[in-house]
């Protein structure tokens, strides 16, 4: 088993900036990859980053290249997700997940383990 916290969602400005952070616990020996989702009210989740815990490769959404960094610190079991010029259409739950497999890194039926969610919300 691995637990995930995500902790760093709060209220922003349009143009803001915010770091989440994903700490696991448990079995961590067993993560590949970490990725970010998020779902916003009415719609459903979707992709956002992802990094492999070996190596560091990362994938990014369309909509958020450019302005968000995912990054991690292996010795302490954390992700990041780094959010810079933030829009109203970025509000949402944000979510960390795990693969123990490398599998497709955009597709959140390839995540074993789900955190509970922070919410970030951007106002105009």
């Known amino acids: 088993q691995v637990q995930l916290v995500e902790s760093g969602g709060q209220w922003v400005q349009a143009g803001g900036s915010l770091r989440l952070s994903c700490a696991a616990s448990?079995?961590?020996?067993?993560?590949?990859?970490t990725g970010w989702f998020r779902q916003a009210p009415g719609k459903e989740r979707e992709f956002v980053a992802a990094?492999?815990?070996?190596?560091?490769?990362?994938y990014y959404a369309d909509s958020v290249k450019g302005r968000f960094t995912i990054s991690k610190n292996n010795a302490e079991n954390t992700v990041y997700l780094q959010m810079t010029a933030l829009r109203p259409e970025d509000t949402a739950v944000y979510y960390c997940?795990?693969?123990?497999?490398?599998?497709?890194?955009?597709?959140?039926?390839?995540?074993?383990?789900w955190g509970q969610g922070t919410q970030v919300t951007v106002s105009s």
């Open positions: 997940a795990t693969q123990r497999w490398l599998q497709q890194p955009r597709e959140r039926a390839y995540y074993d383990y």
């Open positions: 448990g079995r961590t020996f067993t993560i590949s990859r």
């Open positions: 990094i492999d815990k070996s190596g560091g490769s990362t």
